[in-house]
């Protein structure tokens, strides 16, 4: 199981540190992925890291902005999320990946967590 935390209500220009925590201790097994819905939007991908850690790939939107990495001795991924925007204001979800590399598409991830919300004040 996935659960994400660390959403909340922030001002344009904050930060934020989002983490994704598997209950299994095998989350080096799998490449992760965050992914964001805002309202009335269809889920979107955020960013993307390989096993190891190092491969990572992210949406044009969140680029210079935004740093995915892990630490898979702790069975955590987190999302750091700097000068964010109310634009950024959705649901964040993690996902796993067992397939060997890193992919963009929604389709491409296994197992879901449930869900932290980030809302950006203007």
């Known amino acids: 199981q996935l659960q994400a935390s660390g959403g909340g209500l922030v001002q344009a220009g904050d930060s934020l540190r989002l983490s994704c925590a598997a209950s299994?201790?095998?989350?080096?097994?799998?490449?992760m992925g965050w992914f964001r819905q805002a309202p009335g939007k269809e889920r979107e991908f955020v960013a993307t890291?390989?096993?190891?850690?190092?491969?990572?790939n992210y949406a044009d939107s969140v680029k210079g902005r935004f740093t995915i990495s892990r630490d898979n001795a702790r069975n955590t991924v987190y999302l750091q999320m700097n000068n964010l925007k109310p634009e950024d204001t959705a649901v964040y979800y993690c996902a796993a990946r067992r397939s060997p590399g890193i992919t963009t598409a929604l389709g491409g991830y296994d197992y879901w967590g449930q869900g932290t919300l980030v809302t950006v004040s203007s």
């Open positions: 299994a201790r095998t989350l080096g097994m799998y490449a």
């Open positions: 890291i390989s096993r190891s850690g190092g491969s990572t």
